[in-house]
């Protein structure tokens, strides 16, 4: 499986491409940010991160895109701005039929570290770990989209088993619902 982690953000959208499958040691295959100048447009941000984001979808072309889950925070202005940066993501991988995914902070921290309380150093330790690397990726937000795609790659077989066990609880309450 090979997932294109992104962590939202206006100014740098972290970005990082991870591939194998649960259980086994995994293979990271890119890492990066997605930067705009704080002083443009924001018209022109979010172009720019478009044209980021299908770049990467372009040159490395994953499975699944883990997005990380936009959650309040106090300052309405960073929410707004991480919400933004998300939905394009989201929009660019949608635009190209592949699944989106996403994941709590919390979540992520969870898969990663075994803590959902871990800071931007823990995650960025456990990532360099995880993938065998020289060094922690530079800034945070690229090692969280690593930790994101990491996440995503862990987690998808149970939520996978776990969707097609509502559908099915759901297709068998429909068929009982028929039947006289």
Do not use: Y
Not at 149 to 172: E, F, M, S, T, Y
């Amino acid at each position: 499986m090979r997932v294109l982690g992104v962590d939202p953000g206006l100014t740098r959208c972290g970005v990082g491409v991870v591939e194998g499958v649960a259980g086994r040691p995994l293979t990271m295959r890119a890492v990066g940010v997605v930067r705009t100048s704080a002083d443009a447009e924001l018209g022109h941000r979010l172009v720019a991160i478009e044209q980021g984001i299908e770049h990467w979808l372009d040159e490395h072309r994953p499975e699944f895109v883990a997005v990380e889950r936009v959650f309040s925070q106090d300052n309405v202005r960073t929410v707004m701005g991480t919400a933004q940066a998300s939905a394009v993501a989201m929009l660019c991988a949608s635009r190209r039929g592949i699944p989106v995914a996403l994941h709590t902070p919390s979540e992520v921290k969870a898969a990663v570290t075994g803590s959902g309380r871990a800071d931007k150093a823990q995650v960025g330790a456990m990532v360099t770990r995880l993938l065998r690397l020289a060094a922690p990726p530079r800034p945070a937000d690229a090692a969280d989209a690593l930790a994101l795609a990491i996440c995503h790659i862990w987690r998808a077989p149970a939520q996978n088993r776990l969707q097609q066990a509502v559908q099915q609880q759901a297709a068998l309450q429909a068929s009982k619902g028929r039947t006289p």
